[in-house]
């Protein structure tokens, strides 16, 4: 019994997809504007998205000049939100914005083409290009409307972006180090500190801008090997003198404990005639 219901069920749902199916591709070839509007807007309103958006994608240039058109402008930007094209939907919220800059939407509209921006931005082990455009976009929707009830929402997307971008500057760093591009991890470790003077990973940093620094100086020439140990040990006590109970410190101190010997080693004289500088 139970199994001849649930055919019976199917069978009528088969027969209302079809006739769906058909009043949608009726309404397609329709010329008729004013219908494909109202359809657009019943279809929104079932979040069929995906017939929404082709329906409104067809009438917007034929609504210009019409009071629907801000509407269709809007709930069509969302149709590709809602399916997650969302650089589409992030430039279809931003036209929106500035062709009805004093819409009752535009706030909304504002906030989600950086809403979209969000969700476009990749992860952190990618290029961070549009993460960047996303954080300037959160940043100009908060300058404008400091007081937006999306105010706490846009803040913690920000924050999260931030975030993302501070784990590639570090992850960045230590890939230097890991390629034996010893100079240039110093360097990406000393402005990644620099830069986020917060960050949980700076003890970290710190530790391995101490080891980068003295891989490079064992790997120099001699004439650079004294002034490139000496940093090592000037990294070494700027480490210490912050991270005194740090669980790289036995490690770092035995940097420290070559460093110090090496130049005990480099007081001596040597033959470093016609040595190629490194």
Same mark, same amino acid.
């Given at each position: 019994?139970?199994?001849?219901?649930?055919?019976?069920?199917?069978?009528?749902?088969?027969?209302?997809?079809?006739?769906?199916?058909?009043?949608?591709?009726?309404?397609?070839?329709?010329?008729?504007?004013?219908?494909?509007?109202?359809?657009?807007?019943?279809?929104?309103?079932?979040?069929?998205?995906?017939?929404?958006?082709?329906?409104?994608?067809?009438?917007?240039?034929?609504?210009?000049?019409?009071?629907?058109?801000?509407?269709?402008? &809007?709930?069509?930007?969302?149709?590709?939100?809602?399916?997650?094209?969302?650089?589409?939907?992030?430039?279809?919220?931003?036209?929106?914005?500035?062709?009805?800059?004093?819409?009752? +939407?535009?706030?909304?509209?504002?906030?989600?083409?950086?809403?979209?921006?969000?969700?476009?931005?990749?992860? &952190?082990?990618?290029?961070?290009?549009?993460?960047?455009?996303? /954080?300037?976009?959160?940043?100009?929707?908060?300058?404008?409307?400091?007081?937006?009830?999306?105010?706490?929402?846009?803040?913690?997307?920000?924050?999260?972006?931030?975030?993302?971008?501070? #784990?590639?500057?570090?992850?960045?760093?230590?890939?230097?180090? %890991?390629?034996?591009?010893?100079?240039?991890?110093?360097?990406?470790?000393?402005? &990644?500190?620099?830069?986020?003077?917060?960050?949980?990973?700076?003890?970290?940093?710190?530790?391995?801008? /101490?080891?980068?620094?003295?891989?490079?100086?064992?790997?120099?020439?001699?004439?650079?090997?004294?002034?490139?140990?000496?940093?090592?040990?000037?990294?070494? %006590?700027? +480490?210490?003198? =912050?991270?005194?109970?740090?669980?790289?410190?036995?490690?770092?101190?035995?940097?420290?404990?070559?460093? @110090?010997?090496?130049?005990? #080693?480099? =007081?001596?004289? @040597?033959?470093?005639?016609?040595?190629?500088?490194?």
């Amino acid at each position: 019994m139970n199994s001849l219901l649930k055919s019976i069920l199917l069978f009528f749902a088969g027969i209302m997809l079809l006739s769906a199916c058909g009043d949608y591709n009726k309404i397609l070839k329709s010329n008729n504007v004013d219908q494909k509007y109202e359809a657009a807007l019943k279809y929104f309103e079932k979040k069929d998205y995906y017939r929404a958006g082709v329906l409104l994608e067809e009438v917007r240039p034929l609504l210009a000049g019409r009071v629907e058109a801000e509407k269709a402008a &809007f709930l069509y930007a969302y149709t590709q939100y809602y399916e997650r094209l969302y650089a589409t939907s992030s430039e279809l919220f931003r036209n929106f914005f500035d062709t009805y800059g004093r819409s009752p +939407f535009a706030e909304e509209g504002l906030f989600m083409h950086a809403k979209s921006l969000y969700y476009d931005s990749p992860d &952190f082990n990618l290029d961070q290009t549009s993460t960047q455009t996303a /954080i300037v976009a959160i940043q100009d929707f908060l300058n404008r409307y400091p007081e937006s009830k999306y105010e706490e929402e846009a803040t913690k997307m920000y924050d999260e972006l931030a975030a993302k971008l501070e #784990r590639k500057a570090f992850e960045n760093a230590k890939l230097y180090s %890991q390629m034996r591009y010893y100079q240039a991890a110093v360097t990406a470790f000393s402005t &990644f500190q620099r830069e986020y003077p917060s960050s949980t990973f700076n003890e970290e940093a710190a530790y391995l801008k /101490i080891v980068a620094q003295f891989n490079l100086a064992e790997e120099s020439v001699p004439e650079k090997q004294r002034e490139r140990y000496f940093d090592t040990v000037g990294f070494y %006590q700027a +480490f210490v003198d =912050k991270y005194p109970n740090s669980k790289y410190l036995r490690s770092a101190e035995g940097l420290f404990d070559k460093s @110090t010997k090496q130049l005990e #080693r480099l =007081k001596a004289p @040597t033959n470093t005639a016609n040595v190629e500088q490194k």
